[in-house]
């Protein structure tokens, strides 16, 4: 069978795709999940994060007005007999038979429940089951209670729960048009009682937002009171429909849906089904299905904590009516020993130290009570805080709801404490932070709270030499190291790799340190998806922990090695780097220095349309002879940056470039989009945003040395392309620290004002290409962009917001059949299709567009569209980043005049090696020369030996045939 298996794997090829599988709304946006397929089936393997504004609902079944009922094809006609009183009528298709009538109202009953469970309610743990008599439960430790929205008539039902048979012992639902005064030894008492408790959990998730379109699980989910075959023993079964399951309470001991805390416990397994489908599953020992079991006994003692408090009862004790059944005859099949009184407890002192990786069952009850203690600490401390346990719990459970949207599969628990922290800022701005990390930190599951979501404290040390080939088959592999000079002792760290390989089982990857420690970052498995884009220590576990690090100095060269082990399959080791802590306390504010700032205005990471993922990369390279060190601020939309915001420090050698491909995600952990500013000296800044499709990328420059504007100052203008079947978004960001109101003039005068926060970004759909913004109030400087997407090829094309042009600028313009420019003016509603038609250069040749007004310019190829910024010419030198020759991109390099000059053209690899030199010289128009060595991640210097112009790259990938166009500018 191995041998088969193995032929399997070698045969078959991996082709990998994703699909849209799931979209679900939460308080916070709307989060997308995209499955990943090989060779056109579904992997364990998707991705998740907010969708872009424009993101398509999954694909799913229509619906039929025809339907199965006992094996006959049914049609449904719905009739309301009274007012208010809908019914559907089942109808025999062939026939015409009438084979169903359901109300499909509900009204209010009256029922009688333990609330939560009769030890509970009389604070009396010497009562027993005494074999399920009614006698062993005094009158008073019941609830009368009403059932709303209960259906007319047949079994028990609403909107929330539904009761069915579907499991031995056979025990028919109750009539809802009978008495639901039950006790319990009778056995519609625990129908009612589960039903009772799940629609009181189903309303509380309404009431902290989750209704409408944000609803979780809004389906009637179906109940069997008396299942699992009379044994000691509940559980929740997904279904074959995503995000939808059944649960089943089983009779043996105490009938668990007589105890509120079992019941609501196997509903939590259904909160997390709906909101992520097969997320918080996996073998017994995974961590996720650990915080699956943590999370319902959390999520149970959430709803019941306020009760024990007032009856006196040990307010930690979970399921323990559920436990006093050891009186019990034996047919009973009580499960717990003598003298019990929980079945767990929410005061656990274990630690991350106690995990038990021993895979058998039952661990993952004994693996979530560290994560349930963490979450009970959470609330109970958030209780002391507000003085009000109502408050605190409807605080940590939203938090607590809202971290669960974005989780990624098989998640570990410092993933979902990492979720916590970013939920708490997205919702309450980090309010409750030092909350969450003290819960989290004494358990070990973060090392320290900036593991979520670094403020500062940490440092990356990135390696020079970048997209190297992997040897396939090969005990030897490839080795790429980092040299650090820093002496200071390490006390977190974590390793960031990036492959592209087509079979990621295929790889074993360690890391060397300077002293010769080996620690196994991932070993061969039968994995099959592609690549591996992870952070050992932060977002995904290593295979050997990075604990003997620690302590150590940081000094020294590191080695990371990386094998290929198996045949057929060949991949390159795009980049790697590590993340040092030397225990610097996380900062509460923004970091400032008197250094140079550069602003992006904007950098995202997020998905879209067609499974677009929309991505930010950025290059900062040290222009200078020594060594310097750059601080990244990433500021997400809308926050306040002086005090929501994620930081890092980097390290650069002489001449060094680093590359932070999917900065967003890779470099701060996070989602969504944002500002980054970066503080540094003699520093090269540029950053490229793009959609990763299936066709290869699609992409645009977002430069970061934008003209701003404040208050008193001249207006920004944005001139958009006037052309049909286009939209757009208007973005704003804030690149002052200051607070204020920035006012939007469109052509038509109907002005618009946007509050915006400091160092913040806001982006939002715009009527036309034409605008005008201004600081009306506060001390705020703002730039501003114009995004505008082509409706049929969904290619966006960033132009940035400037000032009325005074002096003469020029750009590159081409008319070559395949490429050609296109040139408009804001002050006219007409544009030049073809840029050089018509004017004195001809066709098939190439030379510059020069202009004292505010004209636009782009370059057409293929049906996508680079814009072409307009530049004053200078001499000296110009520098350049993103300059690539690889398999997935290649590079020209040049510069346009309007009259004769030379330059020299030098281009350097990541570590700042010259790798090749060129002149070019023109005696005016465009002079230019493809990159011929291979070089990923390199930039080039324009260096005009005689005359003036403006230095460009053009940056084209492979697949897509798109090409990014790069303006020269000097470093800040």
Not at 162 to 182: E, G, K, T, Y
Request: proline content about 6%; aromatic content about 8%.
């Amino acid at each position: 069978m191995r041998s088969l298996v193995l032929a399997l794997l070698v045969a078959l090829s991996a082709r990998a795709d994703l699909r849209l599988e799931l979209v679900r709304d939460s308080l916070t946006g709307r989060h997308c999940r995209y499955r990943e397929y090989v060779d056109n089936l579904p992997t364990e393997h998707f991705i998740v994060a907010p969708c872009a504004d424009a993101v398509a609902e999954p694909r799913a079944t229509i619906a039929s007005e025809l339907r199965l009922i006992d094996g006959r094809v049914a049609r449904r006609v719905i009739r309301s007999d009274a007012p208010l009183q809908p019914y559907a009528y089942d109808y025999d298709a062939v026939t015409g038979e009438l084979l169903r009538r359901t109300p499909l109202f509900f009204r209010a009953k009256p029922a009688r429940v333990f609330d939560p469970n009769p030890v509970v309610a009389r604070n009396d743990p010497s009562l027993q089951d005494h074999n399920d008599a009614s006698s062993a439960v005094p009158a008073d430790a019941y609830e009368d209670v009403v059932l709303d929205d209960v259906a007319e008539s047949g079994a028990l039902r609403g909107p929330a729960a539904q009761i069915i048979d579907r499991q031995p012992p056979n025990v028919a639902p109750p009539d809802a048009s009978a008495s639901l005064l039950f006790d319990r030894e009778q056995d519609g008492f625990e129908a009612v009682n589960a039903y009772f408790h799940i629609d009181r959990s189903q309303h509380y998730l309404q009431s902290l937002g989750y209704r409408g379109d944000r609803a979780v699980v809004p389906y009637a989910i179906e109940v069997d009171p008396h299942a699992a075959s009379g044994s000691d023993n509940s559980f929740f079964l997904p279904s074959t429909q995503p995000g939808r399951g059944t649960l089943f309470y089983g009779d043996g001991g105490t009938d668990d849906a007589e105890d509120a805390d079992l019941v609501v416990h196997e509903y939590g397994h259904a909160i997390l089904e709906w909101i992520s489908p097969g997320t918080f599953s996996g073998a017994f020992a995974s961590e996720a299905r650990a915080f699956s079991e943590g999370f319902g006994d959390y999520w149970a003692f959430s709803a019941h904590y306020a009760q024990r408090l007032a009856s006196g009862r040990d307010p930690f004790c979970f399921a323990d009516w559920d436990a006093r059944c050891w009186e019990d005859d034996a047919s009973q099949q009580c499960g717990y020993a003598p003298g019990s009184d929980c079945l767990r407890r929410l005061d656990s002192t274990k630690t991350m130290a106690d995990y038990n990786r021993n895979e058998s069952s039952g661990v993952e009850h004994q693996n979530g009570a560290i994560w349930s203690s963490a979450l009970r600490e959470i609330l109970v401390t958030l209780a002391r805080e507000t003085g009000n346990v109502d408050e605190a719990r409807r605080i940590a459970d939203t938090v607590l709801i809202e971290s669960l949207f974005d989780a990624p599969p098989q998640p570990t628990y410092a993933v979902m404490a990492q979720r916590l922290l970013e939920s708490d800022r997205l919702l309450y701005g980090r309010a409750h932070a030092p909350t969450i990390c003290a819960a989290m930190s004494a358990r070990g599951i973060l090392t320290d709270c900036a593991g979520a979501l670094p403020r500062g404290e940490l440092t990356l040390f990135q390696s020079p030499q970048r997209g190297l080939a992997i040897p396939e088959n090969s005990i030897d592999g490839v080795l790429s190291t980092i040299t650090i000079d820093d002496p200071r002792a390490i006390a977190s760290i974590a390793v960031r790799v990036d492959i592209a390989h087509p079979s990621r089982g295929d790889l074993r990857i360690e890391l060397i340190a300077p002293d010769g420690t080996t620690v196994l970052l991932q070993p061969v498995s039968l994995e099959r998806a592609a690549d591996v884009h992870a952070t050992f220590g932060r977002d995904a576990v290593p295979a050997e922990p990075l604990t003997p690090l620690l302590g150590h100095s940081a000094a020294g060269t590191w080695t990371l090695r990386v094998r290929d082990l198996r045949a057929l399959d060949t991949g390159t080791l795009l980049s790697w780097a590590l993340l040092i802590g030397f225990g610097d306390t996380p900062q509460t504010q923004r970091p400032s220095s008197a250094a140079q700032r550069v602003m992006i205005p904007v950098v995202t990471h997020v998905y879209g349309v067609g499974a677009a993922a929309f991505r930010s990369d950025v290059r900062i390279t040290n222009t200078a002879d020594a060594s310097r060190n750059a601080t990244l601020i990433f500021t997400p939309s809308g926050a306040d940056g002086r005090t929501d915001f994620v930081a890092m420090q980097a390290s650069l050698a002489p001449g060094e470039t680093l590359a932070f491909d999917d900065v967003v995600a890779s470099a701060f952990g996070t989602t969504g989009s944002g500002s980054l500013e970066v503080l540094g000296d003699e520093l090269l800044v540029a950053s490229r945003t793009y959609a990763e499709t299936s066709r290869g990328t699609f992409g645009e420059q977002i430069p970061s040395q934008l003209e701003s504007t404040a208050r008193g100052e001249a207006p920004l203008l944005l001139s958009g392309l006037p052309l049909a079947a286009q939209r757009w978004n208007l973005g704003i960001t804030e690149a002052g620290g200051s607070e204020g109101v920035a006012r939007v003039t469109p052509p038509d005068g109907a002005a618009f004002d946007i509050a915006i926060a400091p160092f913040s970004h806001v982006q939002f759909a715009y009527g036309g290409p034409d605008a005008a913004i201004e600081v009306t109030t506060g001390d705020t400087r703002v730039v501003a962009y114009l995004s505008q997407i082509d409706d049929a090829s969904g290619d966006a094309m960033f132009i940035p917001a400037a000032h009325a042009r005074t002096g003469a600028a020029i750009a590159p313009a081409i008319d070559s059949g395949a490429w050609h420019s296109e040139l408009w003016n804001a002050n006219d509603a007409d544009y030049i299709h073809d840029g050089l038609t018509g004017a004195s250069l001809v066709a098939g040749t190439a030379g510059a567009f020069i202009t004292d007004d505010n004209a636009q310019t782009r370059i057409v190829h293929d049906g996508t569209s680079q814009y072409v910024s307009f530049a004053p010419e200078r001499d000296g030198a110009q520098f350049i980043a993103f300059v690539e020759h690889t398999n997935a991109y290649r590079t020209n390099v040049g510069f346009v005049s309007s009259h004769a000059a030379t330059a020299e053209v030098i281009v350097y690899d990541a570590a700042g090696a010259e790798v090749e030199r060129h002149e070019l010289a023109t005696a005016g128009g465009i002079a230019q020369t493809p990159v011929v060595a291979r070089v990923a991640n390199g930039r080039a210097v324009v260096r005009f030996t005689s005359g003036s112009g403006a230095a460009y790259a053009s940056l084209i990938d492979t697949r897509s045939g798109d090409a990014t166009f790069f303006a020269g500018v000097s470093p800040n």
